[in-house]
């Protein structure tokens, strides 16, 4: 069950940041990364000192950036911004078949190696159901997910 | 039975020393000035050995936080004693606050209660039972399209939760980054990051994020190096990142940086790789991955393609009417239902429906997506998922960054001008043009900072022929799906022909945006060009002028050849035509020979110059 709950905010961390996505309002990321970041002074600055290095191009962040280090490492409510983009990146596996977000996806719902073909599979083949919408949420596709693998003989077992 | 009663007098003599503890501190007989110098405890203080210079003994960190005595950022020794001091009551708050010195103290002295020590530490255990030690990962995003300077790179680490996982997805990032004022302009930017005007501090973050940040939002090919670090010597890593949460580094851009604080974190995991006892100035990233090779931790590359270069290596499997065809299909993907969509092999019918999905989230990963590309994207994904997927060739990667040439220039040509032979020597600080061997760096780009030359002609004094403070190029390839700009800056001093038929030293500051395409292993490109320069030493005023360069690069098997011509109007009605020819063959990673002709005329003065160089890089 907490793994589960770990995939829910992996899924849902994305959901809280953009209500539509897939391809909801943007992603958020360019223009806090980007800012005071673009301009030829980066470029001089990285010529005339031959050591650059950050979070962005140059180690440099405007306050935290969502960085926690008090302690909290779990994927929860304080990297929300940070996840952004994986519901997209799960899309674009699943119809796919396959990907490294469908992984992390199966990998932390618990599944089992042997096991993640079958899912990936599954997943492909409902696709249109999983992502029925181009403004679906990420609350609805975790949902439809789990509808799904409470269908499946091998799945359902994952999910008690 | 002998392994019993050895075991029995161990506990019986663990007991002993619990009861004795209060009275007997220094168990193992070790007393504090010793464990004082021992590599640990300097890795876990930041002691600089002389890798930089400033502050040479002293602790890189500038944070009375992380300090139990007020002499502690001077004297180890100091700081060894107070902890000690602090920790030797079970139950103590500084147990939990540093937890890595806390196991160093124990073991060292020998305290009974060495494993349970921090049972009271509830924050703590939460944390460190939340970040799996399984291997530690170097991360080193490289440069990314049309942008230059992100040359240098960034790197950070990544924990994953066991060696080679499933999914590093679910990894941490530990990133030591500066926090900047955005309300800074380019100036004060500059200078608070020369003179170490930002806080750094050390962050753990999701690598998920990181992925997105660097592979999707900025396009950058991502190194991964597992290093060889046991969970042990992991276990001290994780310790002391505890103790670093909001304790500031001053952070410098030219030597205390992001790689630099990584070099002093791994130290505390294997002190005895002596990763900071040699100078290190100019701290790039790929000096850090060097360094780490060098000292025998790396045991693995893996490469991690950007979403720019799986678009790229997508796009180079298509047909050019493929091409085509997903570029009508990003823009209406109602075009599948057409003849020349449903006549192609369900496969292909695949690869095209995805490379036009993958153009069209490029297109618009920053900034505001609205619902019709929302709509498009997931037709597009429905498209893909109707057809099979098919074998995708794996493309080989690329050279990694650490397989190009160094980092700094030092040349020695012989030439002929105005009809008299000269001989020239040169120096340049950083880092790459585009003729230099493209192996480990993105062709076509260039960035040079510090670009010296010193030229002794036949019958003249020793002059300085050039001094360009900097000097960045930027081609980047129209593809079907995108049209991005090409741009250059320069500036700097050099030796010119003025109308006395005669070379003077001038200041100049030229740039300009363009475009750049790429058929094989040809690159040509055109750029406007607009100059700023003094027409004479004797007159103090600016001409500011106007025109056009064209020229291609040829990347070649062990040559790179590059022409160019220039036209430019200057305000008084002067003009300059300037054209070049080199050719760079590069003899071994860090030598190649490079021969350059150029031809130039302004206003009635005309001037060749042809020369042969031997280039050698270092450090």
Same mark, same amino acid.
Not at chain 2, 89 to 93: A, D, L, N, R
Not at chain 2, 332 to 337: F, N
């Given at each position: 069950m907490k793994k589960y709950l770990v995939a829910t905010t992996l899924l849902g961390a994305s959901l809280a940041a953009h209500a539509d996505a897939p391809g909801g309002p943007g992603c958020g990321w360019g223009n806090l990364l980007f800012e005071g970041q673009s301009g030829l002074g980066v470029h001089l600055m990285a010529t005339i000192t031959n050591g650059t290095s950050g979070n962005a191009t140059f180690g440099m962040t405007s306050g935290?950036?969502?960085?926690?280090?008090?302690?909290s490492l779990s994927y929860n409510g304080t990297s929300m911004l940070a996840m952004n983009g994986v519901l997209e990146e799960v899309a674009h596996d699943m119809a796919a078949g396959q990907g490294e977000a469908l992984t992390a996806l199966s990998v932390s719902m618990g599944i089992a190696p042997e096991h993640r073909t079958h899912f990936n599979q599954l997943m492909h083949s409902h696709f249109n159901s999983i992502f029925p919408r181009q403004d679906v949420t990420a609350e609805q596709v975790m949902a439809e997910i789990v509808e799904v693998m409470r269908g499946d003989d091998t799945m359902a077992g994952y999910l008690s | 039975m002998s392994v019993l009663v050895r075991q029995f007098r161990r506990l019986w003599f663990a007991g002993l020393l619990a009861m004795a503890w209060p009275f007997v501190a220094n168990a193992s007989g070790a007393d504090p000035a010793t464990l004082a110098k021992l590599p640990r405890w300097q890795a876990l203080m930041h002691v600089n050995h002389g890798a930089t210079w400033r502050d040479v003994g002293e602790s890189y960190v500038d944070d009375d936080a992380f300090f139990l005595s007020p002499q502690g950022k001077r004297s180890p020794l100091a700081e060894l004693k107070a902890s000690i001091r602090a920790m030797r009551? &079970?139950?103590? &708050?500084a147990r939990c606050r540093f937890p890595a010195r806390f196991r160093f103290i124990a073991e060292q002295l020998g305290? &009974?209660? @060495?494993?349970?020590?921090? @049972?009271?530490?509830a924050d703590y255990l939460q944390f460190r039972s939340e970040l799996a030690t399984g291997q530690l990962v170097l991360i080193f995003p490289t440069a990314y399209l049309n942008s230059p300077s992100s040359m240098f790179g960034h790197t950070l680490l990544r924990l994953d939760p066991e060696p080679d996982p499933d999914s590093t997805w679910l990894s941490h990032a530990i990133n030591f980054g500066a926090n900047i004022n955005l309300q800074d302009n380019s100036l004060q930017y500059m200078w608070r990051g020369l003179a170490g005007g930002y806080p750094g501090q050390f962050s753990i973050v999701p690598y998920a994020e990181k992925i997105q940040e660097y592979s999707r939002v900025e396009n950058r090919d991502i190194w991964e190096y597992p290093l060889n670090l046991t969970p042990d010597e992991l276990d001290w890593l994780a310790r002391h990142l505890w103790a670093l949460r909001d304790i500031n580094f001053d952070y410098y851009f030219l030597d205390e940086n992001c790689s630099f604080r990584l070099l002093e974190l791994i130290d505390v995991a294997r002190p005895e790789a002596n990763l900071l006892r040699g100078w290190r100035f100019a701290e790039v990233p790929v000096k850090t991955v060097r360094a780490l090779y060098r000292a025998g931790l790396v045991a693995d590359a893996r490469f991690r393609p950007s979403k720019a270069t799986e678009l790229a290596r997508l796009s180079e499997s298509l047909s050019s009417s493929e091409r085509s065809l997903a570029r009508q299909l990003l823009r209406? &993907?109602?075009?599948?239902?057409q003849p020349a969509f449903q006549t192609l092999a369900p496969a292909r019918q695949h690869r095209v429906a995805r490379t036009a999905y993958q153009a069209l989230r490029m297109d618009h990963r920053e900034g505001e997506r609205d619902t019709d590309v929302a709509t498009r994207s997931l037709a597009l994904l429905r498209l893909m998922q109707q057809t099979p997927a098919g074998a995708m060739a794996q493309s080989p990667p690329p050279a990694p960054p650490e397989a190009g040439h160094d980092t700094q220039t030092l040349t020695m040509a012989a030439g002929v001008a105005h009809g008299a032979a000269y001989g020239e020597f040169g120096y340049r600080l950083s880092y790459h043009d585009p003729l230099d061997r493209a192996r480990g760096f993105l062709p076509g780009t260039g960035i040079q900072g510090l670009d010296l030359r010193l030229r002794w002609a036949d019958g003249e004094s020793l002059a300085l022929e050039r001094l360009h403070a900097v000097n960045i190029r930027s081609l980047t390839p129209w593809t079907t799906f995108d049209r991005p700009i090409s741009w250059f800056v320069a500036g700097g001093l050099e030796q010119r022909l003025v109308d006395t038929n005669d070379d003077e030293l001038m200041p100049l500051l030229e740039g300009g945006p363009g475009a750049s395409w790429r058929w094989g292993s040809l690159v040509p490109y055109v750029f406007g060009v607009a100059r700023l320069e003094t027409p004479s030493t004797s007159r103090a005023q600016f001409d500011v002028g106007a025109g056009a360069e064209a020229g291609a690069l040829f990347y070649g098997a062990g040559l790179q050849v590059g022409l160019t011509t220039r036209w430019l109007e200057f305000d008084g009605g002067r003009q300059r035509r300037r054209s070049s020819l080199t050719a760079n063959l590069p003899l071994s990673r860090n030598t190649a020979l490079r021969a350059a002709c150029s031809h130039e005329r302004t206003g009635g003065e005309q001037a060749n110059d042809c020369s042969l160089s031997l280039r050698f890089f270092l450090d």
């Open positions: 935290t950036n969502g960085c926690d280090v008090s302690g | 009551e &079970p139950g103590s &708050p305290w &009974p209660d @060495a494993g349970r020590g921090l @049972a009271h530490c209406d &993907p109602s075009l599948a239902g």
